[in-house]
């Protein structure tokens, strides 16, 4: 299955952002699919992610309380809903899956830059 990310943009500090990730073909109730970021000069962190079958939802302690990660199984796509954007948050955000049974991420999408200013 192919992955798109979409939705990026330029906001001010303290507003809202909802990245997109759309899938090519249905997910599988065995997938998790996982949101990360890369801003310049730093190494690609996780974000948050989502196990498709129950929702469970992880998110990393830095976005905890500001970004929701949802599901729509009819469209195969799954949100990332920012708000309260800091600075911080710039970077570029990837979308990804994998079987649960894994540890890694074997499938990617390409990123969408998001961009907040001070």
């Known amino acids: 299955v192919q992955l798109q990310a979409s939705g990026g943009g330029l906001v001010q500090a303290g507003g809202s952002l909802r990245l997109s990730c759309a899938a090519s073909?249905?997910?599988?109730?065995?997938?998790?699919v996982g949101w990360f970021r890369q801003a310049p000069g730093k190494e690609r962190e996780f974000v948050a992610s989502?196990?498709?079958?129950?929702?469970?939802?992880m998110y990393a302690d830095s976005v905890k309380g500001r970004f929701t990660m949802s599901r729509d199984n009819a469209k195969n796509t799954v949100y990332l809903q920012m708000n309260s954007l800091k600075p911080e948050d710039t970077a570029v955000y990837y979308c990804?899956?994998?079987?649960?049974?894994?540890?890694?991420?074997?499938?990617w999408g390409q990123g969408t830059l998001v961009t907040v200013s001070s």
């Open positions: 990804a899956a994998r079987l649960r049974i894994m540890s890694s991420y074997d499938r």
């Open positions: 073909a249905r997910i599988s109730s065995s997938d998790v």
């Open positions: 989502i196990r498709w079958s129950e929702g469970n939802t």
